[in-house]
């Protein structure tokens, strides 16, 4: 199994970009789909993106064109790049591997990160 520790978050304007982080260590990370998901205050948590072992990727609707998920392999490394940052982004962001098959439920994933602030001001 995986330890996913995230990293990258912070506070920016609205109209900004930032990138999060999520490093995985154990063994066999290229045989984990990808996920981040994110939680704002009194709210349930949320899928934002996905990304597969072969590398399709799938998006929640209010950040298509605007975040992109990628991963490295070779760093067991998955990134998340936000562009164009609104108020309503603002939440904690968790990293979530997934043995083999993505989803895109919360409840689907066993192995989470421990959530790093995204905060975007007026």
């Known amino acids: 199994q995986v330890q996913l520790v995230e990293s990258g978050g912070g506070l920016v304007q609205a109209g900004g970009s930032l990138r999060l982080s999520c490093a995985a260590s154990?063994?066999?990370?290229?045989?984990?789909?990808m996920a981040w998901f994110r939680q704002a205050p009194g709210k349930e948590r949320e899928f934002v993106a996905r990304?597969?072992?072969?590398?399709?990727?799938y998006y929640t609707e209010s950040v298509k064109g605007r975040f992109t998920i990628s991963r490295d392999n070779a760093k067991n490394t998955v990134f998340l790049q936000m562009s164009s940052l609104k108020p309503e982004d603002t939440a904690i962001y968790y990293c979530?591997?997934?043995?083999?098959?993505?989803?895109?439920?919360?409840?689907?994933?066993?192995?989470w990160g421990q959530g790093t602030q995204v905060t975007v001001s007026q």
């Open positions: 990304i597969r072992i072969g590398g399709n990727t």
């Open positions: 979530a591997a997934r043995w083999n098959t993505g989803s895109s439920r919360t409840t689907d994933y066993d192995t």
């Open positions: 154990g063994r066999s990370f290229n045989n984990y789909a």
